[in-house]
């Protein structure tokens, strides 16, 4: 029972700097020495200014961006493994059965049915084909979504259905581990209200989240701890 | 860890002194889709020709695992292994569609040639894949025997790609296979590739210049520059945080629909 106390997800030293080549080779530092632990079961906001490197802690951890310094370790498959010096087909294995992202845009796969694009997730967790369509039908249903809408493609929706094609899409796999960057951003309170649920019941099933909601009611509701970047970003502590 | 499926090793390969290939090694596992992305003559090309036995290197080898799972390397092969490998396990798909299809054979012989040339003598059932893999990607049974000479450039190249892939191969070698078509046939043969590719779960080494094409299709990208990699990694590391400059400018270069 020591494996319930242990994090999920455990940061230390993350670090974080752009080259601008194109820039005569400026250097950018946006993250230094991030650290923090995420567990079964709760969801950990980040909080602090626009520009004080949430999104790109988000990204070392899912891997989009390449970790400067520091340990990203995370438990995958019954064991911690560090993703910052995991090799791509690690990294693509961790993604398919334990770390999933909610970006803030759908990135539309022509052609391709909405039921499709959320059933994905599911059938590359290793669910059959019936219980992976079920399972995209329900949250599809939660995020009120109209059925007549699940055979078409989701470049002609609006908005806030693509975001919501595109959250339902996050959470049809078994990820033990979400990412969820600003997906509420452009839903009415019905269906932001939805995805608390959504991530309610995932919690309850033991499933962590690690997340940035701007808007300052969503996050209050949301977190179970924020933790406050300001503390790892080296511009803000210069202008401070 | 797996013997991967295909592994280069230190492929050189100069053209009157200028280097197309240099020192390039890679492995390639089963289901994984590796894109080359590079600028025309950043060696691309000849890259995929090495690794598809079209060309021979100068310097290092290419390593095969067969269907056997004996690892072999493909300069060892004799001529008759090599062609078996190339209509079986193998598939290469051209840019041009004309270079990959018989022109003046029916689209319905185009893809049972695959089939009687690993021995399928039986004409109803080899008629009957044909049908099968036609209408796999999404060209009416009624244009079966009709010549490619009659399709359009979309059509020619469904077909062959279902030319390619009747025999089941594990590995597919693909050059540019959107390049010259229409944006909107484009995107339909996208999602076909994209669709057989996961349901066969194919390997597939992709050419592209277009950095859309890969981060649709690959889970990894090798970057090329005069005959060299510059820069290797996860497909959406490599393009959301390019490294090195030259990926940079690659990146930045593209303009946003």
């Known amino acids: 029972m020591t494996l319930l106390n242990e994090p999920v997800l455990s ?3 993350l670090t ?6 194109l820039h005569g080779g400026v250097q950018l530092p946006v993250v230094e020495n991030a650290a923090f632990d995420l567990f079964a079961g709760e969801c950990v906001v980040l909080g602090g200014p626009s520009g004080a490197g949430k999104s790109s802690i988000l990204k070392m951890i899912y891997g989009n961006y390449l970790t400067g310094a520091g340990e990203i370790r995370m438990r995958h498959d019954g064991a911690m493994i560090d993703l910052a010096s995991a090799n791509t087909r690690t990294i693509l294995a961790v993604r398919r059965r334990t770390m999933g992202y ?3 845009f759908l990135r539309v796969i022509p052609r391709v049915a909405t039921l499709d694009i959320v059933t994905e997730p599911a059938l590359a967790a290793g669910l059959s084909s019936e219980e992976g369509r079920a399972r995209a039908a329900s ?4 995020l009120n979504l109209p059925e007549r809408l699940w055979s078409l493609p989701p470049s002609t929706f609006s908005g806030g259905e693509q975001q919501r094609v595109n959250i339902a899409r996050g959470f049809a796999g078994n990820h033990s581990l979400l990412i969820l960057d600003e997906p509420t951003a452009s839903l009415d309170a019905v269906n932001r209200n939805a995805v608390l649920t959504l991530i309610e019941q995932r919690k309850a099933q033991g499933a962590a989240f690690l997340g ?6 969503m996050r209050e509701r949301v977190a179970d701890r924020i933790v406050d970047v300001s503390a790892f970003a080296p511009c803000v502590r210069e202008a401070a | 860890m797996t013997v991967p499926l295909l592994t280069a090793g230190g492929l050189t390969k100069r053209y009157g002194g200028i280097n197309a290939c240099a020192h390039i090694s890679f492995t390639l596992d089963e289901g994984e889709v590796l894109a080359i992305v590079g600028e025309s003559g950043s060696g691309k090309s000849t890259l995929l020709n090495i690794l598809a036995g079209r060309m021979t290197p100068d310097a290092g080898d290419v390593r095969y695992r067969m269907r056997d799972g004996v690892v072999r390397n493909l300069a060892d092969l004799g001529e008759a292994e090599r062609r078996l490998l190339m209509r079986t396990d193998w598939g290469f798909v051209h840019q041009d569609a004309s270079h990959g299809l018989r022109m003046n054979v029916s689209a319905g012989g185009n893809i049972g040639e695959r089939l009687m040339a690993i021995g399928d003598r039986n004409y109803g059932d080899i008629r009957l894949s044909a049908a099968d893999w036609l209408t796999r990607v999404e060209i009416d049974t009624d244009r079966m025997d009709h010549k490619p000479t009659t399709y359009s450039g979309g059509m020619r190249q469904r077909l062959q790609i279902a030319r390619n892939l009747v025999t089941s191969p594990r590995l597919v070698f693909m050059d540019e296979p959107t ?5 909107s046939v484009q995107a339909r043969l996208l999602d076909l590739i994209r669709g057989l590719v996961a349901d066969m779960g194919l390997a597939v080494v992709l050419v592209t210049h277009d950095l859309a094409v890969a981060r649709l299709l690959s889970h990894r990208i090798l970057v090329m520059k005069q005959g060299h990699v510059i820069e290797t990694g996860l497909t959406d590391r490599v393009l959301d945080d390019p490294q090195a400059p030259y990926t940079q400018l690659l990146v930045s270069s593209v303009l946003a629909a």
């Open chain 1, 11 to 13: 940061v230390k030293g």
């Open chain 1, 139 to 142: 949250i599809l249903t939660l």
């Open chain 1, 16 to 21: 974080k700097g752009f080259t601008l080549h």
């Open chain 1, 212 to 217: 940035i909601f701007h808007d300052q009611e």
């Open chain 1, 102 to 104: 909610v970006s803030q």
């Open chain 2, 179 to 183: 390049g010259g078509l229409d944006v």
